[in-house]
C-alpha cells in the first residue's frame, strides 16, 4: 500500500488530500484540507503572499486530519499560458513486417517529442491521438500488429516555465515538493468522464470561480484544452454591483436564490437584500435577480460553445457535454446549457465517489482534486512496477489513457 497527495489551486480555494492506494486499486481518502484563496486569477498566481498563505492553511489543515506531515504533491495547472500543438511521429519497424511491440509505441512517441519547444517553455504532456500502420489511419492500438512504418499524430502540451514555477514556489513556502505537473482538465476529466465517454468524444467544463476549463476529448484522448475567463464569481460580482451589496450578502444570496432560469420564479416572490449604506433591507423580484444571474451564465456557456465549435463538431461529440466545478452546482444550469448547446447531450456531473473520507471531496468543486489524485495513483503505480509490466501497463492502456507522465514520456 503506498499514499498519493495532490493539490488544486483555484482563483476561490485551495485543495489538498491524501489518499492510501490499496493493494486492490481503490483510493481511500485519509485527509482533506481547504482554505479559501484570492491569490490566483484563470490558473496563474497574481499574489504569491496570499497563495502561499492559502496553501500553508490548507496543507495545516490536511495534516492534522492526517497526523503526518506532507512531502509532496501532485500539482494540477492550467491556464492561458498553457498551450497544445499537434505533431507527428514516425519510425521504421526493422526487420520490415515484424509485429509492433509496445517498445516501437514509445519510439514513435519520443520520435513526436523531437520538435523545438521554446526555451521560456514546459512540455507537460506528451498525448498520443492516433496511429497510422502503413498508412492506414484510424489505429488505436497498434501494438500487435505487422508493419513497415509506424505513424503518430500527438497532442502536445507545454506551459510557460515561469507560471509553473511560481505556483511551485508558493508551494514550496509551506515545505511542500511539487512532485509532479499535471494539466488540470485533463485530471478533471478523469473523474467525471469514463473512458467510454472520452473514446466517443465529449467536452469537459470545470467552472470555477474566475474562469472556466475546457477540454475535448476524441478516441479515448484530449485533443484541445482552453480556458475561458470567466466563472461563477463573475455572477457573484454582477450582483454585488447591481443589487449594491456586499460580495458576502450577494455570494450567500446567490447559493440561497439563484437560478439562471428566471421563469421558474412565481411573479411574486422576492429576494430580500441587505444593501450598503440601507438600514432596511429591500425586496427586490426574484425573476430579475435571477435575470442577472442568467445573462453572465449565458455569456460564459455561449463564450464555451463558441471555442468548442472552433476545435470540433457536435458529431465528434457523441458522449456531449460534461459540466462540472463550483460554478456548475446553480440551479437550471442543464436546461441553459440544453438552450445553448442545441440538442447535444448535456451532463451536469460531481466527481466519481472515492472512499474513507471521499464525501469530503464529493461536490461539483472537487472535480480536479478527485481527478489529481486519480493521476497521483497511476504514477505511482507506474513508479511501483518494474519496466516489464510498465509496458504491458502502456500496452493496456494505449490510446485509453488520458494521461502521460510528467510531461517526460507519455506513453500509452
Ligand atoms: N450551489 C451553487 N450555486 C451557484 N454557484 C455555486 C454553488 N456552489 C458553488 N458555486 C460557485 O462556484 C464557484 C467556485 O467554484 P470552484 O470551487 O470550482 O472554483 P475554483 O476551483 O476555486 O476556481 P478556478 O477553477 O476558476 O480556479 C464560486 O463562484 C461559487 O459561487
Ligand atoms: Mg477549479
Known sequence: MSQVAAMDIGSTKVVVALADVEESGLLRVLAVGSAPNEGVRSGTVVDIETTAQAILQAVR??????????????????????????????????????????EDVHRVITHSKQI??????????????????????????????????LEVEAYLVTGLKSHILNLERCVNRAQIEVE????????????????????AGCAVVDIGGYSTDVAV?????????????????HITGDLVKLLKTTPEEAERLKLQFGSCIPSDSGEKEAVVVRQIGME???????????????????????????????????????????????????????????????????????????????????????????GLLKHAQRSALARQEGPEAKGIRRLMNTIGSVFGSKGREDIP
Open 61 to 102: 489543515q490536511c495534516e492534522q486530519m492526517a497526523d503526518r506531515k506532507l512531502d509532496s504533491v501532485v500539482l494540477g495547472v492550467t491556464g492561458e499560458h498553457i498551450s497544445g500543438s499537434r505533431s507527428p511521429g514516425i519510425v521504421p519497424i526493422v526487420p520490415a513486417g515484424r509485429t509492433i511491440t509496445s
Open 116 to 149: 523545438p519547444i521554446p526555451a521560456e517553455r514546459q512540455l507537460l504532456h506528451v498525448v498520443p491521438v492516433s496511429f497510422k500502420v502503413d498508412g492506414q489511419a484510424g489505429v488505436t492500438k497498434p501494438v500487435g500488429m505487422n508493419g513497415e512504418r
Open 180 to 199: 509532479e505537473v499535471v494539466l488540470q482538465p485533463l485530471a478533471t476529466s478523469e473523474s467525471v468522464t469514463a473512458p467510454s465517454d472520452r473514446q
Open 217 to 233: 476529448f476524441r478516441q479515448g484522448g484530449i485533443t484541445n484544452s482552453s480556458i475561458v475567463p470567466i466563472g461563477g464569481s
Open 280 to 370: 432596511k433591507p429591500r425586496p427586490m423580484a426574484r425573476r430579475v435577480f435571477c435575470e442577472i444571474i442568467e445573462a453572465r451564465a449565458e455569456e460564459n456557456l455561449t463564450l464555451v460553445r463558441d471555442w468548442i465549435l472552433k476545435v470540433a463538431s457536435w458529431e465528434d461529440l457523441n458522449a456531449g457535454i460534461v459540466l462540472t466545478g463550483g460554478g456548475a452546482a446553480l440551479t437550471g444550469l442543464d436546461r441553459l446549457a440544453a438552450r445553448v448547446f442545441n440538442d447535444v447531450p448535456i451532463r451536469v456531473a460531481k466527481p466519481t465517489p472515492l472512499h474513507g473520507l471521499g464525501d469530503v471531496v464529493s461536490g461539483y468543486e472537487h472535480a480536479a482534486i478527485v
